[in-house]
């Protein structure tokens, strides 16, 4: 089951629910004791604001683990079992809630720091093509092998030599052909927001030529690969800035079209009036800035739109009691349940929406 799934099925169920985030330790000769101490810290907490004991021993069982690499950690936890343990790739400060409802917008936060990125290292007789999502995890997708030897352009001499520049020519471009496709090929199936290329200069320039316009604009050279002492560190290192660059980039897109579409009065802003259009499924995308310290509460019934930000205006069209939960946590449910995403946004920012939350709307 993908991230996603077991995010909608948990903001449907009833909960209630530890949350547990654990960010990345600073002291990497300590990390075992150090997380312990965190985590025992977190789970007085937990305790005195009402959290089963029997729910803290289930997440008692996987700090152990969370020692093999320092690596923020979400944990999720209900009815005395764990429900999620997942490694994140932003860092994250530590943070823990006992509630009603999963708080998953660092989540969220963290699958849009990944962009799925195509890796193509290419020469002139064909390429080597890889995935990644975060610049780091790369996997291998598949190879490209022209079907000429590699045919050296100043290879002979005398009369001979321009018909061997041209058939040079052509092999590289037939191979620079084939990489393209392949390249294309991958980079749709993954839905690629970058293409890092590296490798020889003329075949590179060829590969340029060769890409279609809907991939073309994607293309990033990495100029740290190749034969280099540091050579696989420092490509790691620019695969990683290529990727944040591209996810920083969408969030700044979208913050723009809300920002027009605001201007316009076409935009949901502020809390009612987010909470008011999740409770018609008119939200398409739903913008949340999430603070920790937020403790601000909404409440929500059993259907998909049933939200508002009192108790009176819920009761008159629940199906059952209304319950509470933190306002953020509340506006991610109704938007996963009505088919919105949501976009986390970070807290204080300016221009953003108002009181740290907006949507974009379908109509």
Known sequence: MTLDARIDQLVTEPGPFVTVYLGQSEHLDDLGPERGLRWRSLREQLARDGADEATLRAVDAVIP???????????????????????????VPDRATWGALPSVVPLIADEQSRVPAVV???????????????????????????????????????????????????????????????????????DAGVVAVSGDVRAVQLLREHLPPRVAPLLRELHHAGPHPNGDRLRERELVELVSAEAQARSADLLARFVEERGRGEAADGVADTLAALARAQAETVLVADDPADDRVAWFGPGPGEVADSPDQLAAITRGQPRAARLTDVAVRAARATGATVHALPTGLNGGPSAGMGAILRY
């Open 65 to 91: 683990e969370l020692d093999q690499e320092n690596a923020a950690r979400a944990i999720i936890a209900s009815a005395s079992r764990l429900r999620l343990c997942e490694k994140l790739h932003i860092n």
């Open 120 to 190: 193509v290292e290419t020469d002139r007789t064909g390429a080597r093509i890889e995935i990644t999502e975060d610049g780091e995890n790369v996997r291998f997708a598949g190879e490209v092998k022209g079907p000429d030897d590699e045919i050296e352009r100043n290879a002979p001499g005398g009369w001979s030599q321009r018909r061997y520049q041209d058939r040079a020519e052509d092999s590289w471009a037939h191979n620079a052909e084939q990489v393209a496709k392949a390249v294309t090929d991958v980079a749709e199936r993954v």
